[in-house]
């Protein structure tokens, strides 16, 4: 029993192409941008647990849930948002170290 040859990729059909269209041509949102936005987030997320902080300490917040509520979602927002910091410091610096 013998294998039969491989067909050389050369001769394979290539695939159509569809043209771009108004629906597959939505500009994607950039890095920086995507950076810029999370940071504003999380200052949202900070700003909504020091306000609620002042209420709970001040009394005008009856349901004291709402600020552990609030705090948990800004720490949890801060340590992603430092260990992405590390993580894009540690690959800049991998590259850095790259020999040309």
């Known amino acids: 029993m ?4 491989i067909a050389p990729i050369a001769s394979l059909p290539t695939p159509p192409v ?23 987030q999380l200052q949202s997320l900070q700003s909504t647990s020091d ?3 002042v209420k709970a300490s001040t009394g005008d917040l009856t349901d004291i849930h709402y600020y ?3 705090a948990n979602e800004a720490s949890v927002a801060t340590s992603l948002t430092v ?3 590390n993580k894009a410091v540690a690959a800049f610096t991998e590259i850095m170290r790259m020999q040309m």
């Open 2 to 5: 013998t294998i039969p040859p």
């Open 18 to 40: 569809a043209a771009p269209t108004a629906a597959t041509a939505v500009a994607k949102p950039d890095f920086g941008s995507m950076v810029a936005n999370g940071l504003e």
């Open 51 to 53: 306000n609620l902080a």
């Open 68 to 70: 552990m509520i609030a």
């Open 83 to 85: 260990a992405l910091r």
